[in-house]
């Protein structure tokens, strides 16, 4: 007991050390399913379009002590916010922001010498400092990626003063970086718990089916410490599994269970078993499906059959509300919508979207393609930000490596071949295959160019044979003129490895109606034309195994400057911003209906 009780000290003072020092730590796995308090609701906010914040120090909170004494801000009566939230769909003046706001709320605490508290934020855009009753405590970058601190030896019982420094200026080594088809969301976007655990917890679990072999189940448990002997039960009561296991030197067991009765997870059937993992102090459920996915020549099989995947894109927004998604709610509004179309796979456009959208599309039956934004503009040349994305890549992977719905990791979209660009993306390939290699890895390319002597489509890119999956971007009827009639329009691209257009489309503003052949129409009719073009090209691409047109709903973007029919808005979605079913809806969905 005395052996045990000098562990936790030694890393109680790690801990400690690392928050000082600024570092948020690795997250603990299904942060969901712990005890918490939400730190959700209003929190006062301080607009700091100069960055003098941390210069004054008005994370210290102070209040006039005597009478000389005076502060030039005050938390307390001004701007209040909401979290989780955007903070530029909450007032006018804050629409096109892109700088520093603090945020600041008090929170109480019940602390026992039992357990350890955690600081948990599932993402703040872009970058952040967190201050905890005057004194900084951790650092973070990445929009949309989680990150927590522990805070058992900083937290009072009362009254303690919670500031996070939250900024979403655009970078050259950001990612994304200075320009993307997206709206620069700043501020705390999503949940806000504190974490509250056992001193020796289970810190993180991976548990799924074999990538071959449909009746084995692999589970390796890791505990918060690196302490041997320790026991831990991984039950399945169902499937009546269950073994008891003693850790190894590193505080982890590995596993493998195995029944002819397991029900696979499929669009068709998403089953979902409850999984409990349990250790003396600490215990932990959460559903979990089983299916494996592999590629085989050209083909892509899921639980041991061919699959055509049906799938859309959107982003992590409300258009009706001209904000960030951040709830359940939120999440049943976009899915629903994809539901409707037909779709079997959303891909997460064009990073990690909030847990409750990918649980919940785990629950609908949604194989998902989930990725970083890698997105254009990409300082390839820069190893801090490819430490970045490394960084960013683990910890997707960490949050979501659990929900069998997670069937590719993207690792880059419309990027240009060079040695440094290579070199970037075999890291975060490596960087995924290192914590699971069950997945399949894709990435998109915009490269594809029509071969006028052959007369078919090619794309000249070497890196496409070190993906498991190859996804095309192609807005033909768009961005390109046709060379040829779709009827003839021939493709050789990727021969021998499974392609999905992974987007495709054009502009539509909804209502309006136009010459269908007319591009500059921006009419529904001329959209149809060109979906119902791409939809007779796709029948002479031999190994095309998946669509997903680009976008689901409009969205708004900053770069698109047509005043009456853009408006800030990128107006590709087959559902309007108001949340109408334009006429290229109708179209796709038949076609997935025969699919």
């Known amino acids: 007991m005395i052996k045990l009780i000098n562990v936790y000290l030694v890393l109680s003072l790690f801990c400690s050390l690392i928050a000082v020092n600024g570092v948020a730590q690795q997250n603990m796995t299904n942060v969901y399913g712990r005890r918490l308090q ?7 906010a301080i607009v700091d379009l100069y960055d003098q914040g941390r210069k004054n120090k008005i994370y210290l909170n102070k209040k006039p002590e005597n009478k000389v004494d005076f502060y030039e801000y005050a938390f307390e009566n001004g701007l209040r916010l909401n979290v989780p939230s955007d903070w530029n769909s909450q007032m006018p003046e804050l629409k096109y922001y892109e700088g520093t706001i603090w945020y600041g709320r008090k929170f109480d605490a019940v602390k026992t010498n039992e357990d350890r508290l ?54 050259v080594d950001a990612i994304p970086a200075m320009a993307f088809d997206w709206w620069n969301y700043g501020g705390i976007t999503r949940d806000v718990f504190l974490v509250r655990t056992p001193k020796i917890f289970i810190d993180d679990y991976f548990v799924q089916l074999d990538k071959t072999k449909a009746d084995k189940i692999n589970a390796k448990v890791k505990l918060s410490e690196t302490m041997a002997h320790s026991s ?17 030197a590193q505080g982890e067991v590995n596993t493998s269970f195995t029944s002819r009765e397991i029900k696979h997870w ?28 592999w590629v085989q020549g050209e083909d892509i099989f899921l639980n041991g059959e061919a699959i055509f995947l049906k799938s859309i894109s959107f982003h992590e927004e409300i258009p009706q509300r001209k904000g960030r998604a951040f709830s359940q709610a939120d999440a049943v509004m976009l899915l629903s919508e994809a539901k409707a179309l037909g779709c079997n796979m959303i891909r997460l456009a064009h990073y990690p979207q909030n847990e409750h959208i990918v649980r919940m599309a785990e629950k609908m039956g949604f194989l998902l393609w989930e990725e970083i934004p890698i997105w254009q503009g990409i300082d390839f040349e820069n190893e801090s930000t490819k430490q970045k994305a490394g960084k960013m890549i683990r910890e997707m992977v960490a949050r979501d490596k659990n929900r069998c719905a997670l069937a590719f990791w993207g690792v880059a979209n419309e990027t240009q071949p060079s040695e440094s660009r290579n070199a970037f993306i075999r890291h975060l390939i490596a960087t995924c295959r290192a914590m699971d290699t069950t997945r399949l890895i894709t990435a998109a390319f915009d490269l594809v160019r029509f071969n006028k002597e052959k007369e078919i489509f090619v794309m000249d890119d070497p890196f496409t044979k070190e993906l498991d999956v190859v996804a095309v971007n192609k807005y033909l009827g768009w961005y390109h003129t046709w060379p040829v009639s779709p009827e003839r329009a021939v493709w ?36 149809v034309t060109l979906y119902k ?48 079913r334009k006429k290229a809806w109708y179209l796709m969905k038949k076609y997935y209906e025969n699919k």
């Open 38 to 44: 939400s730190l959700n609701g209003k929190w006062d």
């Open 118 to 171: 955690f600081l948990y934020f599932a993402a703040v855009s872009y970058r952040c400092r967190i201050y905890l009753n005057g004194k900084e405590i951790a650092q973070h970058e990445g929009g949309f990626t989680s990150f927590q601190v522990e805070i058992t030896d900083a937290v009072k019982e009362k009254d303690n003063f919670l500031v996070v420094e939250a900024n979403n200026t655009r970078q």
């Open 232 to 248: 831990v039960t991984i039950e399945i009561p169902e499937l009546r599994l269950k073994q008891t296991l003693r850790t190894d």
């Open 266 to 293: 499929s669009p068709a059937a998403p089953k979902l078993y409850n999984v409990k993992i349990s250790t003396q102090d600490d215990q932990i459920e959460e559903e979990i499906g089983f299916r494996n996915i």
């Open 492 to 527: 050789n691209v990727a021969k021998g490895q499974p392609l999905i257009i992974s987007e495709f489309g054009g502009e539509a503003l909804y209502g309006k109606t136009g010459e269908k052949d007319v591009v500059s129409s921006w009419s529904e009719d001329y959209q």
């Open 533 to 580: 073009n791409n939809l007779e090209m796709f029948k002479h691409i031999p190994n095309l195994r998946g669509t997903s047109p680009w976008v689901l709903f409009d969205f708004r973007s900053p770069f698109r400057f047509h005043p009456t029919n853009q408006d800030g808005w990128n107006r590709k979605g087959l559902v309007s911003d108001q949340g109408y």
